[in-house]
């Protein structure tokens, strides 16, 4: 008999920033979750969006940054959020922790970031000038 509990995914209250926080997964004493915004894009990068699953909130769209992030189970309040009857928050767009999402990480080309550019060339120094 296996007594290992599924997680589940919830909604709490990111004490950092006051704002709901979507969580997918716990690793001991350590939430792993991804943040929720009212914007399009959060650093640069477009932001998932979804109808706002939470029963305080209002209605409409929310987004949550695709960056998957780690912290203290103390940074997160001690109630999970309520949700609207019937709502699935099973996002398959958001992966399972560990595996690799496209987080439009920067610097995700083949060429290394310290590696020079060819493309660069020397200056040329004029002829017949002292």
Avoid at 3 to 18: A, D, L, Q
Avoid at 19 to 36: A, K, Q
């Amino acid at each position: 008999m296996n007594s290992k509990k599924t997680f589940r995914r919830h909604f709490r209250i990111y004490f950092k920033n006051n704002h709901p926080s979507y969580i997918i997964d716990e690793e001991g004493n350590v939430y792993v979750f991804h943040r929720m915004t009212h914007s399009k894009t959060s650093g640069g990068r477009t932001n998932l969006s979804f109808d706002n699953p939470l029963l305080r909130g209002g209605d409409g769209k929310i987004y949550i940054v695709k960056k998957e992030q780690k912290d203290k189970k103390s940074k997160f309040s001690a109630f999970e959020l309520e949700l609207k009857p019937n709502v699935d928050i099973s996002f398959p767009e958001i992966k399972k922790v560990g595996e690799t999402s496209d987080t439009g990480s920067h610097h995700t080309n083949s060429r290394s970031r310290y590696e020079s550019s060819t493309l660069i060339k020397a200056k040329k120094t004029k002829k017949g000038k002292k």
